[in-house]
T-cell receptor, first 114, second 114 residues
Framework: GAVVSQHPSWVICKSGTSVKIECRSLDFQATTMFWYRQFPKQSLMLMATSNEGSKATYEQGVEKDKFLINHASLTLSTLTVTSAHPEDSSFYIC??????????FGSGTQLSVL | KQEVTQIPAALSVPEGENLVLNCSFTDSAIYNLQWFRQDPGKGLTSLLLIQSSQREQTSGRLNASLDKSSGRSTLYIAASQPGDSATYLCAAPPLGGSNYKLTFGKGTLLTVNP
């Protein structure tokens, strides 16, 4: 089946630094990828839709200058959390659309900002 | 806007028991509904996808049903095993929107005790 690789699995950083998270579709091409964040015991909240070769579409309330998304190829999308602060600490998950309208998810990245 | 609710939030059962997880949605003109499994600190694994024209889908010990008129879906797990312990999420796309922009419920945390 389709595989989506996401890394790093976890990252700890100091407040004010930037963190990049990668999401790769390993055995299929994904023109569209999605980025979610999840707080403990809460559901996944869609942050943005990443389209290959064009600008990402952000959900209401998500700061595009804070969460930079780049989808430079059909197999790679990156999310950069710029000038991270403790309130950005969360679990971030990417997904890619595959065949038969199924979504395939990465394993997630736990971000902790000190 | 589609809203998805899952009941119960947590469920603990002894091994071998059959169980039902519930999912309700507000917009009955649903295109499809998916059930996912999430292990702690991990991404999501798609379990079953039910199209609006279908009433149920089965995969092994799992059976998912869809009743659009009542706005409900159920996930039935037969002969539960400790390995089934995880959070189960249901999700539906918005009416008229991208089929990939899913709205997720908060999930049901299932614990199967040996």
């Amino acid at each position: 089946g389709a595989v989506v690789s996401q890394h790093p699995s976890w990252v700890i950083c100091k407040s004010g630094t930037s963190v990049k998270i990668e999401c790769r579709s390993l055995d299929f091409q994904a023109t569209t990828m999605f980025w979610y964040r999840q707080f403990p015991k809460q559901s996944l909240m869609l942050m943005a839709t990443s389209n290959e070769g064009s600008k990402a579409t952000y959900e209401q309330g998500v700061e595009k200058d804070k969460f930079l998304i780049n989808h430079a190829s059909l197999t790679l999308s990156t999310l950069t959390v710029t000038s991270a602060h403790p309130e950005d600490s969360s679990f971030y998950i990417c997904s890619a659309s595959g065949q038969y309208e199924k979504l395939f998810f990465g394993s997630g990245t736990q971000l902790s900002v000190l | 806007k589609q809203e998805v609710t899952q009941i119960p939030a947590a469920l603990s059962v002894p091994e071998g028991e059959n169980l039902v997880l519930n999912c309700s949605f507000t917009d009955s003109a649903i295109y499809n509904l998916q059930w996912f499994r999430q292990d702690p600190g991990k991404g999501l694994t798609s379990l079953l996808l039910i199209q609006s024209s279908q009433r149920e889908q089965t995969s092994g010990r799992l059976n998912a049903s869809l009743d659009k008129s009542s706005g409900r879906s159920t996930l039935y797990i037969a002969a539960s095993q400790p390995g089934d312990s995880a959070t189960y999420l249901c999700a539906a796309p918005p009416l008229g929107g991208s089929n990939y922009k899913l709205t997720f419920g908060k999930g049901t945390l299932l614990t199967v005790n040996p």
